[in-house]
């Protein structure tokens, strides 16, 4: 791999970790390992990214790969699913889950996600359905729990609950989409068509279900939600 490639790959998955995993999806920023060699596990062949149950220290390798909840091959934009580098990564996450101890590993090319069963080889389904994106801790813990008890399984059942974790996932995700395309528009100068009544259905969704967990107590929900000024939105 090249340098330029390198620096490409590098910042693309800083990127990923701050505004997806962090931002979006409420991983803490110490469980993830990004690029950091753990000799006694997988020598001098660096695993790309790792997300634990519990922070990373730094002197902590071992209990902090006993507690790993997913471990991911990472590589540029440009990457397409299947192509020659993504078949590398996954040629990589073959050798090097098990000496993780983890039953499953994900490539991802910062757009797309997917895992694969370290036996099998094939890809991960939740309830029937590929899995294409990174997933909150609470899921994670699900997948982790169901491939120890099962290693050779590739359909991930859940329940109703964590369903529900995976579908706040993904409206969070697409809420944050949603608020960086608002941030980048001038209003005054637009020509771009984007339906700002979708918008506001999304935010008012947003506020009635915080409604209903009981988010709200003592706070403005209109101010922890949305803040309309001067054209745009703020969340």
């Known amino acids: 791999m090249g340098k330029k490639t390198s620096k490409k790959e590098a910042l693309s998955v800083v990127r990923l970790i701050n505004e997806v995993l962090v931002q979006q999806l409420g991983i803490p920023l110490h469980n993830i390992v990004n690029d950091t060699t753990f000799i006694s596990h997988t020598g001098t062949k660096r695993p790309d990214l790792m997300i634990s149950n519990i922070e990373y220290t730094g002197q902590n390798d071992t209990e902090y790969i006993q507690n790993l909840l997913c471990y991911v091959e990472a590589k540029t934009t440009s990457c397409n699913v299947d192509d ?139 101010k922890n939600v949305r803040n309309i000024e001067n054209g745009k939105i703020t969340l």
């Open 84 to 222: 020659k580098d993504w078949q590398d990564a996954y040629a990589q996450g073959m050798q090097k889950a098990p000496k993780l101890g983890i039953p499953f590993f994900g490539v991802t090319n910062c757009r797309t996600t997917y895992f694969y069963n370290t036996i099998k080889g094939e890809k991960l389904k939740l309830n029937g359905n590929l899995i294409s994106e990174f997933q909150t801790l609470d899921v994670f813990r699900i997948i982790r729990k169901k491939l120890n008890e099962n290693p050779s399984l590739i359909d991930i059942k859940m329940g109703v609950d964590s369903l529900s974790s995976v579908s706040e996932a993904v409206f969070n995700k697409k809420l944050w989409e949603l608020k960086e395309e608002y941030r980048e528009i001038d209003f005054e100068n637009n020509t771009q068509k984007i339906d700002f009544t979708i918008g506001m259905i999304a935010l008012e969704y947003y506020e009635e279900k915080a409604e209903i967990d009981n988010k709200k107590k003592g706070t403005d929900g209109h």
